[in-house]
């Protein structure tokens, strides 16, 4: 391709399929821990320690009696910076709310790891 010529990027240029599927999952882990709808427990299958120690004291009450609305991610980007380092970002719904969650993922001893979760959920 010649410079300055453009070119159409289709979703997923670039991230293969498996930092795609961890980076969803964890997106919807750390956004369910968040809403309350989640046990914060479950972050430790996908997150590092000092993740789930910095999500806790945002996780949401849930009202005892009261029907919980799921939160959702409305849309997520996943990009590589480098071959062991993936970073996504997401808008999601909590309670009602729009939010952004970006997340920084690390590729060690074979397995993907959450090691930085930064949002606007309170």
Do not use: F, N, Y
Request: net charge positive.
């Amino acid at each position: 391709m010649s410079p300055g010529r453009l070119r159409v990027v289709r979703p997923g240029d670039g991230v293969d399929g498996e930092v795609r599927a961890v980076a969803d999952a964890t997106l919807r882990i750390v956004v369910e821990v968040l809403a309350g709808t989640r046990p914060p427990h479950q972050l430790s299958l996908v997150a590092a320690p000092a993740v789930c120690r910095g999500l806790a004291p945002h996780r949401r009450a849930v009202p005892g009696g009261r029907r919980i609305v799921p939160p959702q991610v409305l849309s997520s980007r996943v990009q590589r910076p480098s071959p062991t380092i993936a970073e996504a970002s997401a808008v999601v719904l909590v309670a009602g709310r729009a939010h952004a969650v970006a997340l920084r993922l690390e590729h060690r001893r074979g397995r993907w790891r959450c090691t930085a979760v930064e949002t606007t959920a309170p």
